[in-house]
């Protein structure tokens, strides 16, 4: 898996508008997962909450709220004790906060389910969640709520997430 | 003598007061205010809100001091984690209100945001009328 981070002015509306609409997708694409939420801040989402890419692909997280600042950081006991929610295998990955119109940008490469939150939102539901590849899995109950010795995931973040059923069959499920 | 001593002395105790209010009508604010911005990864001015201040110490209650562009103050903002208001045995007794004059109050849930990493409810003690709450505003 490759990271990278870098502070950027806000992309072109092309690649967003292209997400706008479900599709699957193809390796060497990048995809943009947007950070967003309302003007008085009640309210902060990812955008698209599921997603399915093939191996290899570029997940690029934008911070499109101009109010706030929001990170991509996957559940993994090296994040915070969170419980382990990505492949065994797999790298897990924390952007820190990130300032409107900042970016960061992970590579995936090992197959399974990527489950991922925002540091200061995940008790407001922030939370989303990528399919990689062939997942092994069709149903999510299985994953951990809560490693040793750190916090369950709150009940709404747990709601949150989208099946994998959904997002194997619709490629990107835009939050409700 | 004496008398001039006297009158002094009451002009000194009662000015003390106007003194303090005036320290913080204009950013940055003295004392223990420190910027947010500085504290904590956050845009150093947030639509809405304004370029907020606070003394670390008394958070995540705050009160936060929130400027509009010009450095003038607008807003005496606290942030009461919901657990907290939903917490039989937790109270907030004695918050500082250095912004004087409130004009209208709002109260409002936020998701969280670095600094209050958890949902949380803003009351908002406006020291300008509706109207000029625009000087907060998104440009």
């Known amino acids: 898996m490759m990271i990278s981070r870098r502070n950027m002015l806000r992309i072109g509306g092309g690649l967003l508008a ?17 950070m967003q939420g309302n003007a008085d801040g009640s309210h902060v989402w990812f955008d698209p909450i599921g997603l ?39 790298e897990p ?12 940008s992970v590579t995936l490469t090992v197959e399974g389910v990527y489950d991922f939150f925002c540091i200061p939102h995940e008790h407001a539901g922030m939370v989303g969640r990528i399919v990689v590849g062939q997942p092994g899995m069709s149903s999510a109950d299985s994953l951990p709520t809560q490693a040793p010795g750190g916090e369950p995931i709150p009940d709404i973040a747990l709601r949150a997430f989208p099946s994998i059923e959904t997002i194997m069959k619709q490629g990107v499920v835009r939050p409700s | 003598m004496r008398i ?59 009160p936060f001091l929130a400027y509009d562009r010009e450095g003038k103050l607008v807003s005496t903002i606290y942030m009461l984690p919901i657990e907290d208001l939903t917490n039989k045995d937790k109270r907030f007794d004695d918050l500082a ?43």
Do not use: C
């Not at chain 1, 820190?96 to 960061?104: H, K, Q, R, S, W």
């Not at chain 2, 109050?105 to 949380?120: I, L, M, R, S, W």
């Open chain 1, 18 to 34: 292209g997400l706008s609409l479900p599709r699957l997708t193809f390796a060497g694409d990048l995809v943009e997962i947007r």
């Open chain 1, 52 to 90: 399915r890419i093939q191996p290899g692909q570029t997940i690029r997280w934008l911070n499109m709220d101009p109010g706030n600042s929001h990170t991509a950081t996957a559940y993994h006991p090296k994040n915070f004790d969170h419980p382990l929610r990505i492949p065994k295998g797999a």
């Open chain 1, 93 to 104: 990955w924390n952007s820190d906060y990130l300032l409107p119109n900042e970016n960061f």
């Open chain 2, 97 to 139: 209100s250095p912004g004087g004059k409130v004009d209208h109050v709002d109260v409002y849930y936020n998701a969280g945001h670095p600094g209050v990493e958890k949902p949380h409810v803003h009351v908002v003690l406006w020291h300008v009328s509706k109207a000029e709450e625009a000087r907060v505003a998104a440009k």
């Open chain 2, 4 to 62: 001039a001593v006297t009158a002094l002395a009451l002009v000194a105790a009662f000015s003390l007061p106007a003194l303090a209010a005036d320290q913080v009508e204009k950013a940055p604010p003295s004392g223990a205010y420190k910027k947010v911005s500085e504290l904590v990864k956050l845009p150093d001015f947030l639509p809405g809100m304004g370029q907020l201040f606070v003394d670390p110490k008394t958070l995540p209650a705050g």
